[in-house]
């Protein structure tokens, strides 16, 4: 099971808490784990990345094992500790202003 940690907008839409689990079989990518979450969690598609173009939304950020994610390839393997389950992946929606 993948964790993964959502921002506060994303549970309240989704109705779950901070930390969902997510079952990925075979390699773990960050697409695989987004195609999971919006298969169980149909509330978020559009939210995360475009249903069109599977973009990353502009402010939303991906990090796991101290480590910026978001502009890495979506088919990249995730850190080994994540896909085992020890480390969460973040979702974060960046913040902005002054």
């Known amino acids: 099971m993948i964790r993964v940690v959502l921002p506060s907008p994303l549970r ?18 960050l697409r695989r784990v987004l195609d999971v979450i919006e298969a169980q969690h149909p509330a978020l598609r559009g939210t995360i990345r ?8 502009a402010f939303v950020r991906f990090f796991a094992c101290e480590r910026d994610l978001s502009h890495d390839s ?6 080994p500790s994540v896909a085992a ?14």
């Open 12 to 29: 309240a839409l989704a109705q779950v808490g901070a930390e969902i689990s997510v079952p990925v079989s075979g390699e773990v990518t």
């Open 85 to 98: 389950g020890n480390e969460p992946l973040l979702i974060i929606g960046a913040m902005a202003g002054g």
């Open 50 to 57: 475009d249903q069109v173009t599977q973009q990353r939304r």
């Open 74 to 79: 979506p088919d990249a393997p995730l850190p």
